[in-house]
């Protein structure tokens, strides 16, 4: 089955009798990782543990990376059917 193509909804303005007076946004601030999301970043939560081994987001996908290509190397690879 395919999926229809959806436009994006947009979020209307709400005027303030609309909102419940326990709502208080007065300390709300912006996402700082919103434009990150929209340019299509991949966001991944580490663990508190694994995190605690990678203070920077540089080393932890430096190692990553070094993971990676261990296990791309070692890959068996695969042979045509009927071989």
């Known amino acids: 089955m395919s999926k229809g193509h959806r436009k994006p909804r947009v979020a209307g303005r709400v005027e303030a009798d609309e909102i419940l007076p326990e ?7 912006p ?4 434009s990150r999301y929209a340019a ?4 991944v939560v580490l663990e508190p ?3 605690a081994v990678f203070p920077s987001a540089g080393q932890a996908n430096e190692a990553l990376r070094a993971l990676a290509g ?3 190397k070692h890959r068996p690879r695969r042979t045509a059917p009927g071989r």
């Open 40 to 43: 299509g970043s991949i966001v």
């Open 31 to 34: 996402n700082k990782y919103a």
């Open 23 to 29: 709502y208080d946004f007065n300390r709300a601030r």
């Open 49 to 51: 543990d694994v995190a």
């Open 70 to 72: 261990i296990i791309q």
